[in-house]
């Protein structure tokens, strides 16, 4: 056959030239194929646009302040005196603080929908938690204020107080008058916010898990919770891990609801009912008005800095689902 | 001895399973719980004159956010004519045309943009936008959301076109169509509900966002002619009507809210039914 195909490729030898050339556009294929290309070449255009304005819209306070950006806790825009640290500390510890309520429950609930529920009942519960993620952030603001800060302020704050406040190390993280508004309620709001996020990736992870790791384990006669915690859970440790990341970049960008409940107050302070500030809440609040060009310069360089914070993060997220998914990921233990 | 360690096993195996259920139904409560407080907080406080009115001054009763209804819509059609045909053609070309480095790398590209925090996208708008002219538009409120729908775009785009079967394309080809016809003729109507579909969803995210016009487009007490001035929308409202001192502000921003999560929530629900029923044809 292949010695066939040449004879066929003689009578229209390979052409080239102007009038090859109108051939082919005539065709059709190689423009459609040069169109498609260049709004393509758009994304990578505008990324790295943005990329290039944020660096270069920042140099004023890169130049001036240098590293010491990072480690300075003074914010004075009247002087003209910027330093990073208060924010980076608030935008750390409530996206932290958020994991740490979010990643149990949210695993917990993927657990109950991958392993437990009936394909019908989770199906349709997945499709609320889906419904969940797509609530605007400045929805989840609102009820911040309205809802979450008063219970803080007269129920939850005053119990913790009471139940935790005198334990000795831990005790420290709940002293301090209670507002309502801080750390805490914006952990809070955003653990809410980011468990969907874990709850249908980890889900999605968990059903990839081949049926025959469940059965050998229960058949060996494990139970039901040691077949899912020892053996399907630590096959999809990776994409699990993959969830976490994604739901850590997303609360370390999120800006409206945690800028309506943190306090706006650039503090770093060890109690978590201490008002608060985060990168992403003070370019909500400042840049608008900001005073000059340095201290556009400077918050424009907080915007930068959560950017290449974000998209480390999502590299990373990436990675690990693509690992899992692909089978090649985490072996049980 | 083993008795008693069966009896352990098998009551953490009990209490364990019952958590995972309490987790993943108090997470759906937390739907209703929004959805009860919005629909409670807003219904009461949603009248006509919301839909019909100008905001009124600070502290005076009464009023409504006609401009900022029709400043989101003003704000979603630039969004839409900026973002989706890029969406839509850089998704064509990822299923159709990539080839192995370049595709990996826009692909690559598309999810940090996706991934990029919207007030990050908000301060690039700023800079293309604001910065040149010196003054805050619907435009630039529009840029910062049409680059919001195109990485979502792309990629359900994209899905969609790949779900095409072979051998649609393969008949069209036999009857000697070439690439690009075959494209546009059948892959692509084929593939349509769903890509619509897609840039719906798109646009109902970009809906609700609120920190990328905070400073592009601002926020405007009236009307907002043209595309060069100032402009309301629904979420800065929100946001401002929410954090001001008055009880009439604050019923106004549930009001906004219950307007605002019904169109979120309609345009998902819509979408999603319609995408998993054409799922569940395409399967049997």
Redesign the interface.
Known sequence: MSTATPTIDHAAPPESGPRALVRRLR???E???L???V??????L??T??VF??WA?SSLTRSKFGLGFFFSSTWDPVAEQFGALPFIFGTLVTSLLALTIAV???L??A???A???PRRLSDT?A??????A??????Y???G???VVPLMRTTIGPFLKASLGHVPVIGDLFKGPNYGVGFLTASVVLA?MI??FI?SVSREVLLTVPREQREAALGLGA????AT?KVVVPWARTGIMGSVF?AL?RA?????AVT?VIGNAPKIAASLFSPGYSI?AV??NE??EASGDMHRSA??EL??V??LI??I???CA?LLIVATERGGGGRPA | MSGLRLAWRKSLNGVMLTLTGVAAFSVVAVLFVILGFLIWNGGTSLNLAFFTQLPRGEGELGGGMANAIVGSLKLLLLAALIGLPIGLLAGVYLAEFGSKTFAFIIRYTTDLLNGAPSIVIGLFAFTLAVLPVKHFSTTAGGIALGVMVIPITVRSTEEFLRAVPTSLREAAMALGANKWKTIATVVVPAASGGIITGMLLSLARVAGETAPLIFTALNNQYWSPGWSQPSASLPVMIYIYALAPYDDWHRQAWAAGLVLLTMVLVANVGCRLVLSRRGAARST
């Open positions: 065709g059709g294929d423009v459609a194929h169109i498609t290309l709004f393509a070449a758009t994304i990578l505008i990324t646009v943005m304005e944020l819209n149990p429950l949210g917990a609930a657990i109950f929908l392993e437990l529920a519960t499709f609320m938690i889906d419904l969940l797509a609530v605007p952030s400045v929805i603001g609102l009820l204020i309205f809802v809410i468990v969907p709850i139970t039901r919770w040691e915690w994604l970049a370390l960008g999120e800006t409206m309506m992403a370019i909500a840049f608008a918050l424009i915007g930068l959560l950017f974000t998209f993060l999502n590299g990436r």
